[in-house]
T-cell receptor, first 114, second 112 residues
């Protein structure tokens, strides 16, 4: 049962344009969401997060939007750069007060072309 | 430099031969986890630990063991590896369950 879904395995965007990566979740207990970026032969690195009390969080060229009613979040990258080419994972965590599991999506491979 | 290290980075072994993948972090983090990454399945959590001597199962714990005797180390043990455990493994750590999670560089395991 895939609780976090990234339905687009790959995305190609021209340099300078906007990249939009989507993520859907099914578990209503999830209240904290993160995006990770992964280059080949490296571990994932944290990009940006959002708590369920917000609907938008921005950090430089990266913005994450959360639509709780639709159980959907998206990552916008503007403007896209060749160095953004990587696999992007969406992840979600329920608030349990002490410890929590992190559930990842299957990833979207972004290619930014010149 | 703050980091999570894993050893070995690459390992080819045969079915049934016990192996251990080590993980160490130098950030004094309480939380540590092991994940495996497989094509089309993303990252799936195997085990996690909230502190020394406190561990719990993730989504795919079958065939794996872990231990947390010291805060900095969180080894992953495969008592009797099988070919379906061929995968890319990542160790990760974070200070609290809301902090940024830092990942190690990965261990690519092949079980023949």
């Amino acid at each position: 049962d895939q609780q976090v879904k990234q339905n687009s395995p790959s995305l190609s965007v021209q340099e300078g344009r906007i990249s939009i990566l989507n993520c859907d979740y099914t578990n209503s207990m999830f209240d904290y969401f993160l995006w990770y970026k992964k280059y080949p032969a490296e571990g994932p690195t944290f990009l940006i997060s959002i708590s369920s009390i917000k609907d938008k969080n921005e950090d430089g060229r990266f913005t994450v939007f959360l639509n709780k009613s639709a159980k959907h979040l998206s990552l916008h990258i503007v403007p896209s750069q060749p160095g953004d080419s990587a696999v992007y994972f969406c992840a979600a965590s329920p608030f349990t007060g002490t410890a929590s599991k992190l559930t990842f999506g299957t990833g979207t491979r972004l290619q930014v072309t010149l | 430099e703050a980091q999570v290290t894993q050893n070995p980075r690459y390992l080819i072994t045969v079915t049934g031969k016990k192996l251990t993948v080590t993980c160490s972090q130098n950030m004094n983090h309480e939380y540590m986890s092991w994940y495996r990454q497989d094509p089309g399945l993303g990252l799936r959590q195997i085990y996690y630990s909230m502190n020394v001597e406190v561990t719990d199962k993730g989504d795919v714990p079958e065939g794996y063991k872990v231990s947390r005797k010291e805060k900095r180390n969180f080894p992953l043990i495969l008592e009797s590896p099988s070919p379906n455990q061929t995968s890319l493994y990542f160790c990760a750590s974070r200070k609290t369950n809301r902090d940024t999670q830092y990942f190690g560089p990965g261990t690519r395991l092949t079980v023949l």
